[in-house]
């Protein structure tokens, strides 16, 4: 069956229909990631948009469900040049097709992607239809693409009470060890590899902004555990119970729609607990604290991007999804200093406060799917919360 992808500009891709059978409105936004696109579809951070992946060929290893980064994929539509209808991979449960009729997500394939993404990064993420109507209106449908806005979509992905995530228990003397972070209160387990035990003992208070489900293993894989909050949950909750440390999730849309978080958010910052904050979490301690943000022309998607270590000039690959950023010629020099750019463009990919014991970055030290340059930010975190501990 004929699909269309329409964009506001007026512009007309035709290809062939994929996945649910559902006309479909939102932001278009393209994804540079050769692997992991199971990883990117269930990463809570595209609730409000559709993904082009750049790659010419996407689905060879079929959907793993074990690789899931949540319950379900939150994009709303799928872009793909080649789509792989017979995966190859012992561990795939379903093709990506099936996966996304499962889920109700609509898509289009066989489409010159490239000539998409071009279109993005000269022109800016743009909206667009997915449709399989051949009699569509374009003068009809341009003014509905103009109107379509993400609107708050944290309120759509955060989780709805708060949970547990056990750390790992079991340490050998030398070594990494087998084991697996347990959820409580929640149906799904994935088995995990724990390289290091740091962190055995302490816990940790994980505001789930739009998590993806890494960010909780990477802490539970050291010995942490963590408690989940759903994003609105006062300040004075998730600090009543004493956690070590406080981590702040990624998460979808305009930091800025976030007006009630952000003022939970600087309380937790005055508390003096110490803080790492990812992606959407970082964008929202920036504003807590007087910064200021913007949208980015097309964004920051893939698992191959730079970031410069400012401290010590090394460079870093990062896994990164984001269309925001902080403004670095905002910041006052009295609450924070930039310690990660982009090698690219010379945007923020991190802050040091220097007030509080507080660290924000980015993009995606949990790195699924990959690089795992900056796993180690984790182990800085724990170190962080030793160091409070001992004050």
């Given at each position: 069956?004929?699909?269309?992808?329409?964009?506001?500009?007026?512009?007309?891709?035709?290809?062939?229909?994929?996945?649910?059978?559902?006309?479909?409105?939102?932001?278009?936004?393209?994804?540079?990631?050769?692997?992991?696109?199971?990883?990117?579809?269930?990463?809570?951070?595209?609730?409000?948009?559709?993904?082009?992946?750049?790659?010419?060929?996407?689905?060879?290893?079929?959907?793993?469900?074990?690789?899931?980064?949540?319950?379900?994929?939150?994009?709303?539509?799928?872009?793909?040049?080649?789509?792989?209808?017979?995966?190859?991979?012992?561990?795939?449960?379903?093709?990506?097709?099936?996966?996304?009729?499962?889920?109700?997500?609509?898509?289009?394939?066989?489409?010159?992607?490239?000539?998409?993404?071009?279109?993005?990064?000269?022109?800016?993420?743009?909206?667009?239809?997915?449709?399989?109507?051949?009699?569509?209106?374009?003068?009809?449908?341009?003014?509905?693409?103009?109107?379509?806005?993400?609107?708050?979509?944290?309120?759509?992905?955060?989780?709805?009470?708060?949970?547990?995530?056990?750390?790992?228990?079991?340490?050998?003397?030398?070594?990494?060890?087998?084991?697996?972070?347990?959820?409580?209160?929640?149906?799904?387990?994935?088995?995990?590899?724990?390289?290091?035990?740091?962190?055995?003992?302490?816990?940790?208070?994980?505001?789930?902004?739009?998590?993806?489900?890494?960010?909780?293993?990477?802490?539970?894989?050291?010995?942490?555990?963590?408690?989940?909050?759903?994003?609105?949950?006062?300040?004075?909750?998730?600090?009543?119970?004493?956690?070590?440390?406080?981590?702040?999730?990624?998460?979808?849309?305009?930091?800025?729609?976030?007006?009630?978080?952000?003022?939970?958010?600087?309380k937790l910052y005055e508390s003096g607990v110490p803080v790492f904050a990812i992606c959407l979490g970082h964008q929202l301690m920036a504003l807590a604290?007087?910064?200021?943000?913007?949208?980015?022309?097309?964004?920051?998607?893939?698992?191959?991007?730079?970031?410069?270590?400012?401290?010590?000039?090394?460079?870093?690959?990062?896994?990164?999804?984001?269309?925001?950023?902080?403004?670095?010629?905002?910041?006052?020099?009295?609450?924070?200093?930039?310690?990660?750019?982009?090698?690219?463009?010379?945007?923020?990919?991190?802050?040091?406060?220097?007030?509080?014991?507080?660290?924000?970055?980015?993009?995606?030290?949990?790195?699924?799917?990959?690089?795992?340059?900056?796993?180690?930010?984790?182990?800085?975190?724990?170190?962080?919360?030793?160091?409070?501990?001992?004050?």
């Amino acid at each position: 069956m004929k699909a269309f992808l329409i964009l506001e500009d007026g512009t007309v891709f035709e290809g062939i229909h994929i996945g649910a059978r559902r006309e479909m409105i939102s932001e278009i936004v393209f994804n540079t990631s050769m692997a992991g696109y199971p990883e990117v579809l269930t990463d809570p951070s595209y609730a409000g948009q559709a993904v082009c992946m750049t790659y010419p060929l996407i689905g060879n290893y079929g959907v793993c469900t074990e690789d899931m980064e949540s319950v379900r994929p939150w994009p709303d539509g799928f872009i793909v040049r080649e789509l792989s209808r017979i995966p190859s991979n012992f561990r795939s449960d379903k093709s990506i097709g099936q996966f996304l009729e499962e889920y109700d997500v609509p898509g289009i394939a066989g489409i010159d992607t490239r000539a998409l993404t071009r279109l993005l990064r000269e022109k800016g993420t743009m909206n667009g239809m997915i449709t399989t109507d051949a009699s569509y209106n374009i003068e009809e449908v341009l003014p509905r693409l103009r109107a379509y806005t993400t609107g708050k979509v944290v309120e759509r992905v955060t989780c709805r009470e708060k949970y547990q995530v056990r750390g790992a228990r079991d340490m050998a003397e030398n070594g990494p060890v087998s084991g697996s972070a347990v959820y409580t209160g929640q149906k799904e387990k994935r088995p995990t590899l724990v390289r290091r035990l740091n962190g055995a003992g302490k816990r940790v208070a994980l505001l789930d902004l739009g998590m993806k489900r890494n960010i909780a293993d990477s802490l539970a894989q050291r010995g942490i555990d963590v408690t989940v909050y759903p994003a609105f949950t006062p300040a004075e909750e998730i600090l009543g119970e004493q956690p070590d440390g406080i981590m702040l999730s990624n998460g979808p849309g305009d930091p800025k729609e976030c007006g009630d978080i952000i003022r939970e958010v600087r309380k937790l910052y005055e508390s003096g607990v110490p803080v790492f904050a990812i992606c959407l979490g970082h964008q929202l301690m920036a504003l807590a604290t007087g910064a200021d943000t913007y949208k980015l022309k097309y964004g920051h998607r893939g698992g191959n991007h730079p970031v410069k270590d400012l401290q010590t000039g090394r460079v870093y690959i990062s896994s990164q999804n984001h269309g925001y950023v902080v403004d670095m010629d905002r910041l006052d020099a009295r609450t924070a200093r930039p310690a990660f750019v982009n090698a690219n463009d010379g945007t923020c990919e991190g802050l040091a406060y220097v007030q509080k014991p507080v660290f924000t970055v980015q993009y995606h030290p949990e790195a699924c799917p990959g690089p795992q340059d900056s796993g180690y930010l984790f182990d800085r975190f724990i170190e962080m919360m030793e160091v409070g501990k001992n004050a």
